[in-house]
């Protein structure tokens, strides 16, 4: 039978989570309880009590209560909480989570939700939802709803939200568990998969690779470059989750720069080449900076060349002095790699716009990025590999994919 786990401070949300519980009960699945709260009396037992999961974070429920430092005692139990669920998986004792809270009861709930892997059932039921949830989520697949109201007790208004939450996780629970007792590779798991990093403007490109990669019996992860895209692929590689990367999408390092909203962070680009993971890596969509709507441009861009990509993105033509600075960051990460790495340099252009005919075709621009790449891994083991096409021609694409696949062979480049 499949269980979901209740993660909550049932000090001060009890009574809502004993109602969960009563539900999911009639779903048909087995739950368990875990305790996070700390400081009043719970108000139904646990079958993980408080002390427990305070144990698991390495100290002690009395010593947090004597601290009185909330944020501290916040702290201890969602790392204690999050080594409790990963026990609990891997005993085959959690087939999905479910927790109900406000910032706090979000931050330890969501922490322990992160630290399972990705497509375990994950729900949050929180008054933060509606807001920016990247803080919760990170790169997990947390699945978010916005309680409407406070969490304070069952009301008519949310009674029917977390009933939604209850079915919800139960259907998706015993999905979980049935998938989890088929054979190994029922569904084609048993390939070894890529990682491709890809964008609208980079999507034939990254089509026409993902075919030959699948030719060579893989199988393609693609991650949109929207920021919480590229920290997924960075954190999974870091788990030797691929067999390889295939990077032709960096425009998250474009953002990363010149201050875009759809940055990944400073730590784009490395964590294939710290776990030794091959990759082949491309400067693709590094000639423009993604902002909001229009007039979310900064001043001192609008006399560039900005186009509207959709209601919701413009776009701006990167200098040839940022391409240049975005090459040698490029060349720098590349050089820390363990493993084999190469990179290609579509000659013709870096994306649509910046195809021959395109707006933000300028080969002289293109080249201030493309010799800041040479020169930078002058001398090192990373290959530089020049395509006289554009990034977006399917024969770019298919020469990335063999290449990847020499690497990932022991080939070389």
Known sequence: MAIVVLVGTLDTKGLEYGWLRERLLRHGVEVLVVDTGVIGTARIPADVPRDAVARAAGTELTRLRDESDRGAA???????????VRRLHA???LHGVLALGGSGGTSIATRAMRALPLGVPKVMVSSMASGDVARYVGSSDITMMYSVVDIAGVNRLSAPILANAVAAVAGMARGFAAAAARPAGHLGGDRPMIAASMAGVT??????????????????????????????????AEQRTFAGVLDLTLC?????LCGGILTAGPDRLLAAGRAGVPQVVSPGALDLVKFGPPDTVPAHMRT???????????????TAGECAE???RVAAKLRTATGPAAVCLPLRGLSTLGAPGGPYHDPAVDEA????????LRGSAVEVVEIDTHLNDPSFGRAAADLLHRLIEGGGA
């Open 74 to 84: 916040v702290t201890a139990m969602a790392r204690g909480a999050a080594e409790i």
């Open 91 to 93: 005993e085959g004792r």
């Open 203 to 236: 999507t034939p490109g990254v089509d026409a690779a993902r075919e030959r990669l699948t030719e060579h019996d893989y199988e393609v992860l693609v991650f949109h470059a929207s920021g919480s895209g590229g920290r997924t692929l960075e954190s999974l």
């Open 252 to 256: 998250e390092l474009a953002d990363d």
């Open 304 to 318: 560039r060349d900005v186009r509207v990509h959709n209601p919701s993105i413009t776009v701006v033509r990167t």
């Open 326 to 328: 975005l090459g040698t």
């Open 369 to 376: 990025l493309f010799s800041a790449v040479r020169d930078g």
